[in-house]
């Protein structure tokens, strides 16, 4: 079933970010959302600025409320999907109540009873949504722009109002469960990583013992400071000529630098016919070129290249050895050297100076954190699995072009 299409500016109202001088600005106050603070569909107020509460009288029509549908008018081309034009969010409950800057429009429905809320933010991140606005951007790679008149001309499928909140609870019900399995990673990393450096860099547990001093400062009697070689093998990339690249699955998956890299494990996007250096599964993959320090663990064997080196712990205590490095390399780019790029070789990883505790420690901190990893990894696998059952569904119920039937049998084997 094909849905009947229409101008998206005939049910939607558009309305632009405001735009603010430097002198507006003040230390903390009501968040201001940039173009600059959207991310993978998301709104990321870490490093936002701030406008004084007085403000919000003032600038009430760019306060952004629940499930509004926000696009960045300006950006750059497909190619760097990081800052491309027509980049999405959803604002959150988080996020209710923050300002919209310049450079970006909200879109609401004019009516709900014609364009339910939900069904629009689906409509924004559906992949024709994106193309229309890559191929009717203007300017050049690194400053495209929509028009909003080009937005408001955008043909959108319109189903039924029963029909739209049908399909906004489905889809809703497969994001609401990558959003829990994300929230239940973030506090179970969380908590092993507090573990390790309550026990490895605060030393909490052993206050009680002798100390005694090493070139780390101050550690428990008994204790030792050794180069990250002595505990770990250190396997540099390699990469293969890019003849042999394909993205057809032949040979094993690549990678150069972190530009797959997700929570944890990357995604498979490249293969090599040529195997020069590989890393074997469950290998801790570290970025060695800019960013420096940037982790993902190899969920099956792959091939690395200049980008890449992938270590193993030596007595195959994986955990300790991914939560030293995530000590480690806590700041990207704080280790390493480079005129233009940052980078760091082998050498300079070999000599850093980590903690080597007594065995029985090692063995007991593996332990409880390893069902921490364990239930990680299952998330993390099931979430990836939710992801492409939701990335599937999503164009085909928009457009009409599966039934609804059908999508819920989908989501049931998902959940």
């Known amino acids: ?29 009501i968040p201001v959302v940039r173009v600059s603070d959207i991310s993978n569909g998301r709104i990321d107020l870490s490093k936002c600025k701030y406008l004084s509460e007085d403000s919000l009288e003032k600038y009430h029509k760019h306060v952004l409320n629940k499930n509004d549908l926000i696009i960045a008018t300006v950006g750059s081309h497909k190619a760097q999907q990081s800052s491309v034009v027509g980049k999405h969010a959803i604002v959150s409950a988080n996020e209710e109540g923050t300002l919209l800057n ?49 937005l408001k001309n955008m043909e959108v499928p319109l189903p039924s109002i029963v029909i739209q909140r049908y399909i906004g609870e489905i889809l809703s ?37 002798e100390f ?25 990339g390699q990469s293969p000529k890019s003849e042999f690249y394909n993205s057809n699955k032949e040979g094993l998956p690549f990678h150069q630098g972190v530009t797959n890299f997700k929570y944890r494990y990357p995604s498979h996007k490249t293969y ?49 050895l991914y939560y030293c490095l995530r000590n480690l390399f806590r700041v990207e780019d704080q280790h390493g050297s480079g005129t233009v790029f940052n980078s760091i070789n082998k050498s300079e990883i070999a000599k850093m100076k980590v903690i080597s505790p007594p065995v029985e420690h090692l063995e007991l901190f593996v332990n409880i954190v390893k069902e921490y990893d364990e239930l990680i990894k299952s998330n993390t696998f099931e979430t990836r699995d939710l992801t492409e059952t939701r990335d599937y569904l999503l164009p085909r119920l928009i457009s009409g072009e599966i039934e609804l039937k059908e999508a819920e049998s989908k989501i049931k084997e998902g959940l």
């Open 1 to 29: 079933m094909n849905y009947p299409s229409v101008k998206l500016g005939s049910i939607a109202n558009f309305i632009n970010g405001g735009a603010w001088t430097q002198d507006e600005y003040v230390e903390c106050g």
């Open 102 to 150: 310049q450079n970006a429009v909200k879109i609401v429905p004019i009516d709900e009873n014609i364009l339910d809320k939900m069904f629009l933010r689906f409509v924004g991140s559906s992949p024709f949504f994106k193309d229309y606005i890559a191929e009717h951007a203007r300017g050049s790679a690194n400053q495209a722009r929509i028009a909003i008149s080009e």
């Open 173 to 209: 019900s497969l994001e609401e469960k990558i959003e829990l399995n994300q929230h239940m990673n973030q506090i179970l990393e969380d908590m092993a990583m507090t573990l390790y450096k309550h026990w490895f860099v605060d030393f909490g547990p052993f206050q009680d013992g």
């Open 272 to 320: 090599s016919s040529k195997i020069l250096k590989v890393a074997e599964e469950g290998d801790i993959l570290l970025s060695v070129r800019a960013p420096v320090g940037r982790l993902n663990i190899a969920d099956t064997k792959l091939v690395i290249g200049r980008g890449i080196a992938a270590l193993r712990h030596k007595k195959d205590e994986m955990s300790f």
């Open 212 to 236: 005694e001093e090493s070139e780390l400062g101050a550690i428990p009697k008994g204790w030792s400071v050794v180069n990250l070689e002595d505990v770990a093998l250190i396997n540099m």
